[in-house]
């Protein structure tokens, strides 16, 4: 019976027990309202301070101290959101708005324990477990990437979004690990982007880089580094640092960057870490370095401290946009020091005194009436409403996304079989589905929405630290920049004046070589980086036109280089022209020969009664005197810039012309052979050879040669042609033969002609000396046959315009020669001997022997 009576006992206090029990201690919110809807809210209100636990007795709950005044304005921007949206009907009409915020005090484990609390809250009910479902709809928080990824990993088993207002770390974009995360705020991918964007835009090519040792340092500058190489930006140098680093670190990071050649430095830190760097900078005198900022501190009061100007001063990077929120100021200069705890706190920390007569400690009393207004922290800057901005767009994005979900029509939802939400029983998951699709636009013109990641669309104002009255530092915006912007615009900088380290105006230099000028090229130096490179002049015919050319380009054939290399000029085109010397003494010659040949035709014309001139056929001479006037002046053909007509004119003239001349030598050498055939008993040659018969083959042989010239010209003319095979830096205007085989075929033809006077002459040298005048007509053919064999080699290998001289050369010595061989005799008898040129005196020998 006893034993009976022990066992109902002890089932009867078991029963009393609950189904669940809480580990630790309820974790209640600082700050809370009940309402329809429930939002929650992580900040960092207090530090907190850390203790060495040895577990040899219960630890003491985690102790925050040191009061935050910015968390204490985001989360009271958080307030007044939901405040203004509750007082409001146009946003969930007969829906309340409740929150419930908590103080995480920056720790990491307090943070996790902090998200837990909401989901571990006891029931209302005595007797109620631990099962039911929890009314927090949505949570906001938190400011710094570690915490933001603590609290994420506690909620998104739970499908509850997070909207995270400062945690800017591109980790964050991952949505296989973080689902249930959003932000108001922009990916470290896209502010590397634009600090990448910013040092180009001042032509800095050579930077350091200093990062926090974590996850958002090491992710945001390799994201920076990724961006930088695409804008063509080297990194010197990339070094960690962290807060617990002893001095002796730090000294040497330090050194690092004062021995380094790049004067522009990207610091990639929190505000706190930065704030402990600038310590160490101080003390060690590193000053004269351009620092660029990310937006974790550039607008944050820790680090901007007057002491720190000396070495940070002119500091120039990112920041969040910066909004006018109508009524914040004013509700945050409202705050009344008995609503609550925090609010005494924030109180007292802020003028210095307790609010509580029975402390003895703190010498002020606090009367409750202090001003507000008067304060300046950063809990009272109006001017910096970034952060609170950001929490201000997070409230109203749940707000737009629960307002979706109550307006959800039967039949019409996004849910299975086109349901929607219960509106009685809110699930979290489906308020995390409507906030992935908000696109509204804040009463201030912001607009606001989540891409794929879960990531605002980013923009950034540009903020350059300069020195304001009393010394203090003021954040000057001087710029912003937009990525939907075209490329090359998408920073615009605002007409104001940036203050560069120490103090300068001028944009300082950070470049490991200078830039290479036109007329150079870059040349990348073995093992270093792309920026480090010499500069070459560039290649003969080639030119760089640009600044850091990273290729010399050739000139267009008509082009040559100027002496610097950086543009293409006409080169000079070169061809036998009249005004220079060689063309003008050729041309002189030439007339010479021409008005020498006039005048022996004249002398010839006025004698043409007496036997020398009547002699061996006066009509084919003056004929032979014509054509020889035709040669003269035919290589004035050769002379002047090349045209078409002019190249397809000299060739056949000089070819048409030398024809008839030879084709009437070869006739005088005929005539003289035949003459002397019929001064033989009973032998009539001559009337087979008659003047007739002189006269038809003169023509015949010259209209062979006339065909010859029309085939050419027919099939292949010649044309002007630009030779820049000689030389790189001009042009050679020269006549192109068309056809090498027509060419020659000339040539040949004037040859095989040549040579037949040639033997005939030769066969007749033995004649009596009065009638001799085939021995100078074998000396002329001589003369011609030796010039025209040594024009052929010395033409081919001729360069430029001298080819063409040549050309003219052989045709005037040629030309002279028959002149001066054929008529020069006969002159000197008609002028000087004139009782030689008698008929008795030709008569007065026979031939010795017959031919």
């Not at 006992?9 to 309402?35: M, Y």
């Not at 804008?231 to 021995?259: D, F």
């Not at 540009?462 to 915006?477: A, C, F, P, R």
Request: hydrophobic residues 40%; aromatic residues 12%.
């Amino acid at each position: 019976m006893l034993l009976s009576a022990l066992l109902v006992f002890v089932h009867f206090i078991q029963a009393e027990e609950p189904a669940c029990k809480l580990q630790g201690s309820t974790e209640l919110p600082f700050l809370s309202k009940n309402g329809d809807i429930i939002i929650g809210g992580i900040f960092n209100i207090h530090n907190y301070r850390s203790t060495l636990h040895t577990f040899n007795y219960k630890p003491l709950p985690t102790e925050c101290i040191v009061f935050n005044e910015r968390e204490f304005q985001n989360a009271k921007t958080m307030i007044f959101a939901i405040e203004e949206i509750n007082n409001k009907n146009n946003l969930l009409p007969g829906v309340t708005l409740g929150y419930k915020m908590y103080d995480a005090c920056t720790s990491i484990q307090l943070s996790v324990k902090r998200a837990l609390a909401p989901l571990n809250e006891p029931g209302e009910q005595p007797n109620q477990t631990c099962s039911r479902t929890t009314p927090l709809h949505a949570v906001i928080g938190m400011s710094s990437t570690s915490y933001t990824q603590a609290v994420a990993s506690i909620l998104q088993p739970f499908q509850i979004p997070q909207i995270s207002y400062f945690s800017t770390c591109g980790c964050l974009s991952d949505k296989t690990k973080y689902p249930t995360l959003l932000r108001t705020v922009s990916s470290d991918y896209h502010q590397s982007r634009a600090l990448a964007q910013l040092v180009k835009y001042f032509g800095w090519n050579w930077v350091g880089t200093v990062r926090i040792d974590n996850d958002y340092g090491n992710d945001g500058v390799a994201a920076f580094t990724q961006a930088a190489q695409e804008e063509g930006i080297c990194i010197e140098y990339s070094v960690a640092v962290t807060t617990s680093m002893t001095r002796q670190k730090y000294i040497k990071v330090i050194n690092l960057i004062k021995q380094a050649s790049a004067k522009v430095v990207l610091a990639f830190l929190p505000a706190v870490d930065m704030k402990a760097f600038l310590d160490q900078l101080l003390l060690e005198n590193a000053t004269g370095l351009q620092w660029v900022g990310n937006l974790s501190w550039m607008t944050k009061r820790l680090p901007a401290n007057t002491e720190y100007y000396k070495v940070v001063g002119g500091a120039i990077g990112m920041a969040l946009p910066n909004a006018v929120i109508p009524g914040l100021r004013e509700y945050l200069l409202n705050v009344n020091p008995y609503q609550d705890a925090y609010s005494k706190e924030f109180w007292e920390t802020t003028f210095a005194c307790s609010l509580n007569e029975t402390d003895t400690f703190k010498v002020n009393k606090c009367t409750g009436s202090e001003n507000l207004r008067n304060v300046n922290s950063e809990y009272t800057d109006e001017k910096e409403f970034r952060v609170p901005n950001c929490i201000y767009k997070a409230v109203y994005a749940v707000v737009h996304a629960l307002h979706n979900l109550y307006s959800c029509k039967t039949g019409q939802g996004p849910f299975t079989n086109s349901t929607c939400a219960n509106k009685l029983q809110i699930e979290a998951w489906q308020v995390l589905h409507y906030l992935k699709k908000v696109n509204f636009t804040t009463m201030y013109g912001d607009h606001v929405y989540f891409d794929v990641n879960g990531d605002p669309e980013p923009r950034y104002e540009i903020i350059n630290w300069q020195q304001g009255e009393g010394g203090l530092i003021k954040y000057v915006t001087v710029g912003t920049y937009d990525p939907t912007s075209p490329q090359g615009q998408q920073i615009k900088m605002n007409n104001v004046t940036i203050v560069w380290a120490g103090g300068q105006t001028v944009v300082p230099k950070s470049i490991c070589t200078e830039s290479c000028a036109p007329g150079t090229r870059k040349a990348a130096r073995k093992g270093q980086p792309v920026c480090c490179f010499d500069c070459i002049l560039c290649a003969e015919g080639e030119i760089s036109n640009t600044t850091d050319a990273l290729y010399c380009l050739p000139c267009p054939p008509d082009y040559k280089p100027n002496d610097q290399r950086n543009k293409c000029i006409l080169k000079d085109v070169e061809f036998l022209s009249f005004e220079e010397i060689m063309g003008s003494l050729l041309v002189v010659i030439s007339l010479f020969g021409a008005c020498i040949t006039m005048c022996i035709t004249v002398v010839f014309f006025y004698y043409r009664d007496t036997p020398v001139v009547r002699a061996n056929n006066s009509e084919i001479s003056f004929l032979l005197l014509f054509s020889l006037s035709l040669c003269f002046l035919c290589s004035l053909t050769f002379i002047g810039q090349p045209s078409d007509w002019s190249c397809m004119l000299r060739h056949t003239a000089f070819g048409i012309t030398f024809a008839l001349c030879i084709s009437c030598v070869l006739a005088k050498t005929v005539v003289v052979l035949m003459a002397f055939r019929a001064t033989l008993p009973g032998n009539n040659i001559m009337k087979w050879f008659g003047p007739s018969q002189q006269r038809l083959s003169v023509a015949s042989f010259t209209l062979m040669q006339v065909l010859i010239c029309s085939l050419w010209l027919i099939i292949s003319p010649p044309f002007p042609y630009k030779n820049f095979k000689y030389y790189k830096e001009r042009i050679i205007l020269e006549c192109d033969l068309g056809s090498s085989v027509a060419f020659y075929s000339v040539l040949g033809y004037i040859g095989f002609l040549s040579s037949i006077c040639f033997i005939l002459a030769f066969l007749a040298r033995n004649l009596p000396d009065n009638f001799n005048e085939a021995k100078f007509i074998t000396f002329s053919m001589l003369i011609f046959c030796a010039v025209w064999i040594s024009f052929i080699p010395a033409y081919i290998s001729s360069p430029g315009k001298y080819i063409v001289a040549v050309e003219i050369f052989a045709i005037l010595a040629s030309s002279f020669g028959l002149l001066f061989c054929i008529f020069a005799p006969k002159c000197y008898v008609i002028i000087f001997k004139p009782y030689k040129n008698t008929k008795k005196h030709l008569m007065g020998k026979m031939p010795s022997k017959s031919l």
